[in-house]
């Protein structure tokens, strides 16, 4: 059923939306059609992706969702999920600024307050005040969203919406190798072959480094890296073994968050490499400090992405060919399904979920 068969009791429009109430309490909800502010567009979406991050707020949350009043949003649930978002403008910002009405496009989801000394040093993922659309404001898991005008990408002729959809995780893969002094001929490693590390492995081989490992405990994730390009893809007791046999990576990037992967990828740096963690985890690791600080390494965390900085380059890569995403697709679901398939397929291992897209027309 379409919107315009919805009206709320004062007359509005509603849309159906998944919302996260609490832990283990995600719902398909008729809500009011999103109103945009001045320079805000109203976006219908089409595809958004789900991703850990998500099923991790579902299982055990509430995580980034925030558990007192946020600055900006001033509530805390029940909160739109979704962050991987593609859409094309139904409105456009009533400032004049952004892309007009039928465009497609990447909306923005790091909001920062525009004001304090890290957004004014276009640091806005740091911002003490940071909102983030699908974790502390309404997201992209709905038939429509509204966000920034001027930040939302609009997405090339040619490029699939569906493909397009990958341009947030693909921004992550940019950002996380951004972190590097160079990547040119650089030796990497990549520790965690979801859609993250198969993104962060095919990121880095378009820019000229060689990627000569793949780590991950489950074989068709390992063979669908060593089929984009890796030279070797190993578990993660093979790659224990391996470690002072290697010689070390210059670079390696942690993806996965589980246990012990960390410190896998610490030992798998060579002396005076560098260690970029993306995985998150909700409990502490381990980690050797005594090789850390004599063997000069360096450990630095990668996280929220900047629309211009990141995720227009992620955007290029894919609209450019040079970064193919099309098979990282393994499920598409609809919106009504997010809750009983999407979660369930992403927290089965073995229905070997790269990309999960959440059709919300």
């Given at each position: 059923m379409g919107f315009d068969d919805h009206r709320d009791a004062s007359g509005g429009e509603q849309v159906i939306a998944a919302r996260w109430h609490a832990r283990g309490d995600v719902r398909i909800e008729d809500v009011p059609r999103p109103v945009p502010a001045p320079d805000e567009a109203l976006?219908?979406?089409?595809?958004?992706?789900?991703c850990g991050t998500d099923l991790?707020?579902?299982?055990?949350g509430p995580i980034a969702i925030p558990v007192v009043p946020h600055p900006r949003r001033g509530s805390v649930a029940p909160i739109v999920l979704g962050h991987e978002i593609v859409g094309v403008v139904h409105t456009a910002a009533a400032d004049g600024s952004g892309p007009p009405a039928g465009t497609l496009v990447i909306p923005d989801v790091v909001i920062g307050c525009g004001t304090c000394s890290w957004c004014l040093r276009h640091e806005e993922g740091l911002c003490p005040s940071l909102a983030v659309r699908g974790q502390t404001e309404d997201g992209g898991l709905a038939e429509y969203m509204v966000a920034r005008a001027s930040t939302c990408l609009q997405v090339p002729d040619g490029v699939p919406a569906e493909h397009a959809a990958l341009t947030e995780p693909t921004a992550v893969a940019v950002r996380a190798l951004r972190k590097l002094d160079r990547?040119?001929?650089?030796?990497?490693?990549v520790v965690g072959a979801g859609a993250v590390g198969q993104l962060v492995a095919r990121v880095a081989a378009a820019s000229g480094a060689r990627v000569e490992l793949v780590v991950d405990t489950r074989p068709a994730r390992r063979e669908r890296a060593q089929r984009g390009?890796?030279?070797e893809t190993l578990d993660p007791s093979t790659a224990w073994?391996?470690?002072?046999s290697a010689g070390g990576y210059d670079a390696v990037i942690e993806c996965s968050g589980g246990d012990g992967a960390l410190a896998l990828a610490l030992a798998l740096a060579r002396r005076g490499g560098t260690v970029v963690a993306l995985g998150i985890k909700s409990r502490p690791d381990e980690l050797d400090t005594t090789s850390l600080v004599l063997a000069e390494k360096r450990l630095v965390g990668s996280a929220a992405h900047l629309w211009d900085d990141d995720c227009r380059?992620?955007?290029d890569l894919i609209a450019s060919?040079?970064?193919?995403?099309?098979?990282?697709?393994?499920?598409?679901?609809s919106l009504a399904a997010v809750v009983a398939d999407g979660f369930g397929i992403l927290a089965d291992p073995t229905a070997e979920a790269l990309k999960v897209l959440v059709d919300c027309r």
């Amino acid at each position: 059923m379409g919107f315009d068969d919805h009206r709320d009791a004062s007359g509005g429009e509603q849309v159906i939306a998944a919302r996260w109430h609490a832990r283990g309490d995600v719902r398909i909800e008729d809500v009011p059609r999103p109103v945009p502010a001045p320079d805000e567009a109203l976006v219908q979406v089409l595809w958004c992706g789900i991703c850990g991050t998500d099923l991790e707020e579902y299982r055990e949350g509430p995580i980034a969702i925030p558990v007192v009043p946020h600055p900006r949003r001033g509530s805390v649930a029940p909160i739109v999920l979704g962050h991987e978002i593609v859409g094309v403008v139904h409105t456009a910002a009533a400032d004049g600024s952004g892309p007009p009405a039928g465009t497609l496009v990447i909306p923005d989801v790091v909001i920062g307050c525009g004001t304090c000394s890290w957004c004014l040093r276009h640091e806005e993922g740091l911002c003490p005040s940071l909102a983030v659309r699908g974790q502390t404001e309404d997201g992209g898991l709905a038939e429509y969203m509204v966000a920034r005008a001027s930040t939302c990408l609009q997405v090339p002729d040619g490029v699939p919406a569906e493909h397009a959809a990958l341009t947030e995780p693909t921004a992550v893969a940019v950002r996380a190798l951004r972190k590097l002094d160079r990547l040119v001929g650089a030796r990497i490693a990549v520790v965690g072959a979801g859609a993250v590390g198969q993104l962060v492995a095919r990121v880095a081989a378009a820019s000229g480094a060689r990627v000569e490992l793949v780590v991950d405990t489950r074989p068709a994730r390992r063979e669908r890296a060593q089929r984009g390009g890796a030279t070797e893809t190993l578990d993660p007791s093979t790659a224990w073994s391996r470690v002072h046999s290697a010689g070390g990576y210059d670079a390696v990037i942690e993806c996965s968050g589980g246990d012990g992967a960390l410190a896998l990828a610490l030992a798998l740096a060579r002396r005076g490499g560098t260690v970029v963690a993306l995985g998150i985890k909700s409990r502490p690791d381990e980690l050797d400090t005594t090789s850390l600080v004599l063997a000069e390494k360096r450990l630095v965390g990668s996280a929220a992405h900047l629309w211009d900085d990141d995720c227009r380059p992620a955007l290029d890569l894919i609209a450019s060919g040079r970064v193919e995403v099309g098979d990282l697709i393994s499920h598409r679901i609809s919106l009504a399904a997010v809750v009983a398939d999407g979660f369930g397929i992403l927290a089965d291992p073995t229905a070997e979920a790269l990309k999960v897209l959440v059709d919300c027309r």
